[in-house]
């Protein structure tokens, strides 16, 4: 009876820090997603395949070595035990990463059985496992644990592939991961899932941004969080703070259920404006749309009022799948959101994938790259491959009969991408209208991203050929400053306020009001209240950003002064220290409250 209670004690607090992506606050039990989970595919390779299938392996460890190397710097930033409980783990695997008895019997397996990769390292994870487990020492059975994190590591860099399904959780469960990609973001629903935390990551990566869309509190950058973390704790995830609280007090578990009731009260008060014009004290209309990222958000996106779709991410219709949608499947999700918009704009972005956003049936399109953000991706794709692009711009055209839809182009850097896309556009219309389908009429209007400085710097030249301009911020700040927004040991680098960045945003807004073209901003600075009053102070008219946003940057808008937005807007593009602009901005929002 006392071993019960023992073993049934509760285990105490602690508090793990964290980068806080999604702001938030959700309370539930911890889901721990294992390696494990992935699909692993199992075959037989041809025996001219076996040294290609060597260099893949080769590849994926190199991957794993790189991972585990940047969880050893950030292990330093820890205090006391678990700093050196955590380097002597991570230690140990880098050593099982180079030349050991593991990668060399994975290898040996692939020459002797012609098994694939993925194959290789199941079956040679297991054997050694199995020996560590019957042996007598405890010590050294329980390094099988260690062995089969190590493989799965390997796994998981050789199959680039999202996790399988988040059914079946508890309501309200918290995923714990150490890597949680876009494709993994996509599977998970709000309704049932309240947040998660994973070890890597950055606030600016494509997963932090799809978060945030989904209005699912998360942390990333917590390095002991996978040690720390058991299946069933349960969990405080604060991810405006960059919190993790692992089996809570009473006490804080009080106040953050208090914070909890706060957050919806302040929530009903905000949804009061949904019907109120976003419109500056003195009159000038500002106009607020959404950016989408998955089909799900079309409710929350009419219950917040938005006027239009800024942005629609075309990337879920080739997430975790292994073929390619085709025109028609297109066409049927578009149509949906089209016609759910009731006459409001829905500006759909063409495939932007490459870099993290890479999609698995994608795979056979896009080749290793160096560094894939300045490679082969976006715009530059879909021309290379038009078997790519004909489709989605026939379903676009499809869509477009059902009400107003515009087409975005993402890193556009030239005029001649912008009419090679035209001239692709007036193809598939002329083939459809042939076959007696119906289509948008007029065109839809085509519209630039900009989002490389080049872009920015070109924008006079663009907006000949452009009907509108898209600022993506997030791209922007990253090329502007080469600066990873994804890498989790740069990521408090990465800033929009950089007297650079703002440059640029001037000289496109400057550029589409000369060309007389509409200009929006559709990076994340749309979405936060502390940015609006510069934004419009610069001239722009409309902003597009995640539907949870929308409240907080209309209450903003109804207090601002334009023509006072206007001055304090030169008085920041007068500045050259990043300090000194967010000291301008914020004092100008102070003012405000």
């Known amino acids: 009876m006392k071993t019960d209670k023992k073993s049934k004690k509760r285990r105490e607090e602690l508090i793990l820090e964290g980068l ?12 721990v997603r294992e390696a494990g989970d992935l699909q692993v595919p199992e075959y037989q390779i041809p025996a001219g395949r076996v040294k290609a299938e060597k260099v893949r392996l080769g590849e994926a460890i190199d991957k794993a070595l790189r991972q585990v190397g940047k969880l050893k710097a950030k292990a330093l930033g820890i205090h006391g035990l678990a700093a050196e409980e955590l380097g002597y783990l991570l230690e140990a695997h880098g050593q099982m990463l180079n030349s050991s008895r593991l990668v060399g019997g994975i290898e040996r397996r692939i020459d002797s059985d012609r098994r694939n990769a993925e194959a290789a390292v199941m079956a040679e994870i297991s054997a050694i496992a199995q020996e560590f487990e019957a042996m007598e020492d405890s010590y050294l059975s329980a390094r ?5 994190e ?37 599977l998970m629903d709000p309704r049932q899932i309240g947040g998660f935390a994973c070890v890597l990551g950055g606030a600016e990566g494509h997963t932090a941004i799809m978060a945030r869309s989904l209005g699912m509190p998360a942390v990333v950058g917590v390095p002991d969080l996978l040690p720390t973390v058991r299946s069933g704790d349960q969990l405080i995830i604060d991810g405006t703070n960059g919190l993790i609280i692992v089996n809570p007090t009473a006490r804080r578990l009080a106040g953050y259920e208090r914070r909890l009731k706060d957050i919806a009260r302040e929530a009903r008060s905000l949804a009061r404006l949904r019907d109120v014009p976003a419109e500056t004290r003195d009159g000038q209309r500002v106009t607020l749309q959404v950016n989408m990222e998955l089909p799900r958000e079309l409710e929350q996106t009419v219950e917040t009022g938005a006027e239009g779709v800024g942005l629609l991410r075309t990337e879920f219709m080739y997430m975790n799948r292994a073929d390619l949608p085709g025109e028609e499947e297109q066409y049927q999700a578009l149509a949906q959101i089209v016609k759910a918009m009731r006459g409001r704009p829905v500006t759909v972005r063409t495939l932007d994938v490459g870099g993290e956003k890479l999609a698995s049936s994608l795979g056979e399109h896009l080749g290793e790259a160096a560094n894939p953000a300045l490679g082969l991706r976006a715009i530059r794709l879909s021309l290379k491959e038009p078997k790519l692009l ?16 515009r087409i975005l182009l993402p890193m556009i850097t030239t005029p001649g991408e912008i009419r090679a896309v035209r001239k692709e556009l007036d193809k598939t219309a002329r083939r459809l209208s042939r076959r007696g389908v119906a289509i948008a009429d007029p065109l839809p209007p085509v519209g630039a991203m900009i989002e490389v400085p080049g872009a920015a710097l070109a924008a006079d030249s663009l907006a000949q050929s452009a009907d509108f301009f898209a600022i993506g911020t997030n791209d922007l700040t990253m090329y502007t400053l080469a600066i990873d927004r994804g890498e989790e040991q740069v990521a408090h680098l990465f800033n929009p306020l950089h007297p650079a960045v703002l440059r640029l945003i001037q000289f496109t807004v400057e550029a589409a009001l000369r060309a007389r073209i509409p200009v929006s901003v559709c990076g994340e600075i749309a979405g936060d209240p502390r940015f609006t009053a510069l934004l419009v102070g610069l001239g722009v008219r409309e902003l597009s950003m995640t539907a949870k946003a929308i409240p907080r940057v209309k209450s903003r808008i109804l207090s601002i002064d334009m023509h006072a937005a206007g001055r304090r807007a030169m008085m920041i593009m007068e500045q050259v220290d990043s300090g000194r602009i967010a ?10 409250n």
């Open 20 to 31: 806080g992506v999604a702001p938030g606050v959700a309370i539930g039990p911890a889901h």
């Open 144 to 148: 099988a644990e260690d062995v089969r």
């Open 150 to 186: 190590v493989g799965h590591r390997i796994l998981r860099c050789l199959t680039d592939e999202a996790y399988h399904g988040f059914g079946g959780l508890e309501k309200g469960s918290i995923v714990i991961a150490e890597e949680i990609s876009p494709a993994d973001t996509a």
């Open 390 to 405: 004909r489709p989605q711009l026939a379903a676009m055209l499809r869509a477009g009969a059902h009400g107003p839809l």
């Open 583 to 592: 000291a301008l901005l914020d004092d100008f929002n102070e003012m405000a």
